[in-house]
């Protein structure tokens, strides 16, 4: 043995093996739990980024007020300011965004030349920000000059018809390529004046179920055409900044007579679940590594403790304090990096196994997630290594601090 | 270092014993570079504690230590490291070796800290001392009297420019004991320093230019 490293033959006299090899398996055992938990929540966050298909892709969801007693009863449906304030206070909301109403007679019909039955109905139009909606197409523009209002109908509506209606009364189904193509009239009644415009399709909306049109056309027909325009606003639309947040749930839990559509139907509960699940789980692995932490702080402890004269005798034949720090913190450094990488590897084993399920589901890229959860893992064993750090001075200073 | 000096020094225990004829306790003393101390007194007076002192493992005493013109009480870790290495080297009365390693090993982990002595140095030290053939076996199967020799060479593979001996021959022979005081003195004297011995009245056979009642 080389003289320079004599001291550090001293120093491991009293490393217990049982004691550090328990600590190995014990915190093994939560950081694979604790990784696997983060590796696996950060694999399936794309699913919850955005919807698939239809024109929104945002997160978006609609807030409306429970109507109590009946259409023709007292119930007040509308929302107050104070009551929109604290909605956009709430944490989780990006934007919130009102409904804009028709408030004029709209009637829409499409004529099927001469001597043919015209098909028509009374309708409706609402609107909302145009941030709300992505991938709009070209056609949703209106010019103040313009005869032509870019209508987007629900995808439900279509598929109503198509498989519904259609099917039912032995009439063609049509493709939302040809209802695009289709353009009818429409009949703008109010404030004593009447004007016909063309009405076109301009898309297919799967997540606001309203028909829609631009906000800039509605706000200009309000004002030329809009009669008892109370601006009250019964509906509210939110774009939040993650649909899986639980906070959505706990502050809609308080308040009973909101009703919530949220764009995503069901994946919001999924997500709230999915959430639970891995809250529960990394809550697992914190409580196993909790005790195990402290279990390493009891071994330094112990080990200190009885190094005690050995760490004595050698500051006194001249040897610096952090020569005699310095063998420790290496070892619980190593100790700790081998934990996080051993960890790491059986971490990179589980996804290996869940992987395919997840391709199933659309998600194919799994580097970025075993990164995130690597960088994880070294910041992680490394805050451990440094409480240990800090731990191991603490005790070697407080043993050498001579009377 | 050319000096130590105390001042007004005080034990940092009530022992019990009467300090009041002491030389060194509540007076000023200085110890020289170059020059041999004799510190003789009976068991208790504080020999001990005085080394203690004046290595920087004992702080809680009164009264002031200079080492030149520095106080030691203003000394930190790193002072009292340059000291232990450089300038002061000690022979502890309860030897301070450690049992689980070899001899050599035990001379080892003083000597890499500063390389003062070659291998070759050593095994000549331990040849004279009458340990060679004990070079590889651990500390804890010597006697005292073969841990003692042990510890002498140890304080001498160090620069210093004091040596502190506290009773280092109690469990020696009078032959080995004019064995250790001929390589104490040689390397004293090739370095100049000062030695500053603790006994219970033995002078040893060192030439003494001062000798203190504790």
């Not at chain 1, 490393?15 to 950081?31: D, K, M, R």
């Not at chain 1, 809250?279 to 390493?296: C, D, K, R």
């Not at chain 2, 003083?110 to 390389?115: F, M, Q």
Request: aromatic share 12%.
């Amino acid at each position: 043995m080389r003289n320079s490293f004599i001291h550090l033959k001293l120093l491991r006299q009293n490393v217990s093996p049982i004691q550090a090899f328990a600590y190995f398996i014990a915190s093994l055992t939560g950081v694979i739990v604790l990784l696997a938990g983060f590796c696996f929540s950060q694999d399936i966050r794309p699913l919850f980024r955005s919807g698939e298909g239809g024109i929104s892709r945002k997160e978006l969801f609609t807030i409306n007020k429970q109507v109590k007693s009946g259409i023709w009863g007292k119930s007040n449906t509308a929302f107050t300011e104070k009551e929109i304030e604290e909605i956009s206070r709430q944490p989780f909301v990006r934007s919130t965004h009102r409904f804009m109403q028709s408030h004029f007679e709209v009637y829409a019909w499409i004529n099927f030349g001469m001597g043919q039955t015209n098909l028509g109905t009374e309708m409706f139009f609402e609107s909302v920000p145009d941030e709300c909606l992505e991938n709009l197409s070209p056609e949703w523009r209106w010019d103040v000059d313009g005869k032509q209002i870019p209508i987007l109908i629900p995808r439900d509506y279509v598929n109503l018809y198509n498989f519904g209606f259609a099917g039912s009364q032995g009439l063609p189904q049509i493709s939302e390529g040809l209802m695009r193509e289709i353009t009818f009239n429409v009949r703008l009644t109010g404030n004593g004046l009447q004007e016909i415009f063309k009405g076109r399709i301009a898309g297919f909306s799967t997540d606001l179920n309203t028909i829609l049109v631009p906000e800039t056309f509605l706000r200009w027909a309000n004002s030329r055409f809009g009669e008892n325009d109370d601006g009250k606003t019964t509906r509210i639309i939110v774009e939040v900044k993650n649909p899986a947040d639980m906070g959505i749930t706990e502050f809609f839990a308080s308040k009973p007579d909101y009703v919530i559509a949220r764009n995503k139907g069901e994946s919001g509960k999924l997500a709230f679940f999915l959430n639970l699940l891995i809250s529960a789980i990394l809550a697992v692995g914190a409580m196993i590594l909790l005790p195990s932490t402290l279990m390493m702080i009891l071994s330094i402890n112990l080990l200190i403790y009885k190094s005690e004269k050995i760490l004595g005798n050698l500051l006194l034949l001249g040897y610096r304090r952090w020569s005699l720090i310095m063998p420790y913190c290496a070892a619980v450094i190593f100790l700790n990096l081998s934990v996080g990488g051993f960890g790491l590897w059986i971490v990179s084993l589980v996804q290996s196994l869940y992987e395919p399920r997840l391709r199933a589901l659309g998600i194919d890229d799994f580097s970025g997630s075993f990164t995130a959860t690597a960088i994880f893992a070294l910041l992680f064993m490394l805050s451990v290594s440094l409480l240990d750090i800090l731990w191991i001075k603490r005790k070697i200073n407080n043993i050498l601090t001579t009377s | 270092m050319n000096e130590i000096r105390l001042s007004n020094l005080q034990p940092p225990f009530i022992s019990g014993v009467d300090n009041s004829a002491s030389e060194i306790w509540f007076n000023k003393v200085s110890f020289l570079r170059g020059k041999n101390c004799l510190l003789s007194a009976a068991s208790g007076a504080g020999k001990t504690t005085l080394f203690a002192c004046l290595f920087g493992e004992r702080k809680n005493f009164k009264g002031n230590i200079f080492f030149d013109l520095s106080n030691i009480s203003t000394f930190g870790d790193r002072e009292w490291n340059v000291v232990r290495r450089n300038f002061i080297s000690h022979v502890f009365q309860d030897l301070r070796l450690f049992d689980e390693l070899t001899v050599i090993e035990n001379i080892g982990l003083k000597n890499c800290l500063t390389r003062h002595k070659r291998k070759e140095d050593i095994r000549l030290m331990l040849e004279k001392a009458g340990i060679a053939d004990k070079a590889g076996e651990r500390v804890e199967h010597l006697s005292w009297g073969q841990k003692q020799r042990v510890a002498i060479i140890r304080a001498l593979c160090q620069p210093f420019d004091f040596l502190l001996l506290d009773e280092p021959f109690s469990h020696l022979d009078r032959d080995n004991i004019a064995i250790m005081t001929g390589i104490i003195g040689e390397e004293i004297t090739a370095r100049g320093a000062g030695l500053i011995i603790c006994s219970l009245g033995d002078e040893h056979g060192f030439e003494y230019q001062q000798k203190i009642r504790i």
